[in-house]
């Protein structure tokens, strides 16, 4: 089974998968959006945090590689009474726009070797100047938990890989927790996370 088969499987069910509702490090940084600000939510399966910046007022662009999950980001938009912009993309080959986005969210994207450089790379390249990043990812410690995440350590984040990716950013703040978190059904217990918050 293929990586897009076996997430369009994940997300056939009626129900959401990562529930409805924002990623709770996302919504914590509700005091740094404005009305109005271009949003890219990254690999967004069925919408939450892209649904929840439309409602904060930013023009957002959903992009995933699953179709059904778009689909039900579109419903859930609808259900919650804004618009959300969506596009079916496979990161590693979408042509990602430059410079273009006030904000960008990617929450528990994990690449690994050449592909997370180029991911990274590309997460730069698409924000404007003074933009704002907001990740949040599992660190290697996370596979003592198992409560989420996919189960290999090179696909995990450490401080010192954000560094190196990130560090001539204008302004970065990462930090490393162990926190209980309630995601659906794919996400619930005390996991290992490391958030980055990045101006560039």
Known sequence: MSELERWETRYRPPDYLFGKEPNAFL???????????????????????????????????????????????????????????????????????????DVIVAIFIHFEGAERDTFFANLKAALKPGGLLLMESYRPAQLDY??????????????????KAFGDFAELDIREHDSVISEGTAHVGMSALIDLIGKK
């Open 27 to 101: 919504k914590s940084q509700a005091s740094r959006l404005r009305p109005g600000q271009k949003a890219l939510s990254v690999a967004d399966g069925e919408g939450r945090n892209g649904v929840w910046l439309a409602e904060q007022g930013l023009d957002v662009l959903t992009v995933d590689f699953s179709d059904t999950a778009l689909a039900k980001a579109r419903a859930l938009a609808r259900e919650r009474r804004v618009t959300i912009a969506t596009e079916v993309a496979d990161l590693t080959s979408w042509r990602w726009p430059r410079a273009a986005f």
């Open 146 to 163: 198992r409560t989420g995440g996919p189960p290999q350590v090179d696909l995990m984040y450490t401080r010192e890989i954000l560094q």
